[in-house]
């Protein structure tokens, strides 16, 4: 059973950055399929990217604006944001998948407990 703490988030003003991090343990860290959900208030809860197996794939409402990465030494996993936008404020959820590569939210069966980011206009 893997164990997901996402740090990193917080308050920035449109056109920054902000790189969130989720630390893993618990599980074979390499063999999982990671990624990043966010939920927005009053919104369902949305794919924004996922890293595994040699692969990344992003939403298009971040594409070229976030980089999904992995450092399968320390087990964590990152998301690099820049250009953020006011749309981008949300909670941030690092998820897992031992089983397949997904871009769909309700695919992951482990969850961190999220780190809000607001961005400003």
């Known amino acids: 059973q893997v164990q997901l703490v996402e740090s990193g988030g917080g308050l920035v003003q449109a056109g920054g950055s902000l790189r969130l991090s989720c630390a893993a343990s618990?599980?074979?860290?390499?063999?999982?399929?990671m990624g990043w959900i966010r939920q927005a208030p009053g919104k369902e809860r949305e794919f924004v990217a996922a890293i595994g197996g040699g692969m990344t794939r992003y939403a298009d409402s971040v594409k070229g604006r976030f980089t999904i990465s992995r450092d399968n030494a320390k087990n964590t996993v990152y998301l690099q944001m820049n250009s953020l936008k006011p749309e981008d404020t949300a909670i941030y959820y690092c998820?897992?998948?031992?089983?397949?590569?997904?871009?769909?939210?309700?695919?992951?069966?482990?969850w961190g407990q999220g780190t809000q980011v607001t961005v400003s206009s």
């Open positions: 618990g599980g074979t860290f390499s063999s999982y399929t």
């Open positions: 998820a897992a998948d031992r089983l397949r590569f997904s871009v769909r939210p309700d695919s992951y069966n482990h």
